[in-house]
């Protein structure tokens, strides 16, 4: 029995891929998507820490507008996952209730309350870290409403810095808002070993 081989019209005879050549394409796109995945998940990270930033920061300005407008001292609380934050104006007992202003984070992103975070330097006044809110006037306090007050022990302004953190697997990166004693909000943004804002 004879192998007949196929010809095409112009008498050629007609080839397809040889199995290397489909290995070797197979193998560089097989490198070039382990080396794209890692930079395109930095870039999705780098993103829900910023829109999480800009979330928060909407929130505090939110609860800042009205307490001034409502006359009254608000809290701002959290969750213990640290993936949702709210201000407290329905009622003070350190979870959300319906009503309140409420942000949930981006997915691996969180409000980070331990003390191993990198320091922002030169805010110009020492953050309070407890029971953080704001005045009738617009002006940070500390303590729980309705003891709220704009001085520390310290007998210094009372201000405030919220620190974000973003893990993607061994990898964290950082955000914060700072509040200043006189109720300016400031965005910042940790890499190279510097804050910047």
């Known amino acids: 029995m004879a192998v007949r081989l196929a010809y095409s019209r112009t008498g050629k005879r007609e080839r397809g891929f ?16 382990a080396m794209a ?9 780098s993103y829900r820490l910023r829109s999480s930033v800009v979330d928060l920061n909407t929130l505090l300005q ?3 507008i009205q ?19 709210f201000a407290e104006t329905v009622s003070v007992n350190g979870t959300w209730d319906s009503g309140e202003p409420m942000v949930m984070l ?14 922002i330097s030169g805010l110009g006044f020492t953050p309070s870290t407890t029971n ?3 005045t009738s006037r617009g002006v940070p306090c500390s303590g ?13 302004q009372v201000g405030f810095v919220f620190y974000l953190q973003s893990t993607n697997g061994g990898n964290n990166s ?12 400031r965005s910042w943004n940790y890499s190279g070993g510097t804050w910047t804002y």
């Open 18 to 33: 040889s199995l290397i050549e489909v290995v070797i394409v197979g193998t560089i796109g097989i490198i070039v998507t």
């Open 132 to 134: 953080l809110g704001f």
């Open 67 to 85: 307490a001034i407008r409502d006359n009254k001292s608000y809290n701002i609380g959290w969750d213990l996952s640290g993936t949702r934050v």
């Open 37 to 45: 995945v890692p930079m395109v998940m930095t870039a999705v990270n």
């Open 144 to 156: 729980v409403v309705p003891a709220c007050s704009t001085w520390s022990g310290a007998n210094q």
């Open 62 to 64: 939110r609860a800042r």
């Open 174 to 185: 950082w955000g914060a808002i700072s509040v200043s004693p006189s109720g300016r909000f």
């Open 106 to 119: 981006q997915q691996r992103v969180s409000l980070y309350t331990g003390n191993s975070n990198p320091a």
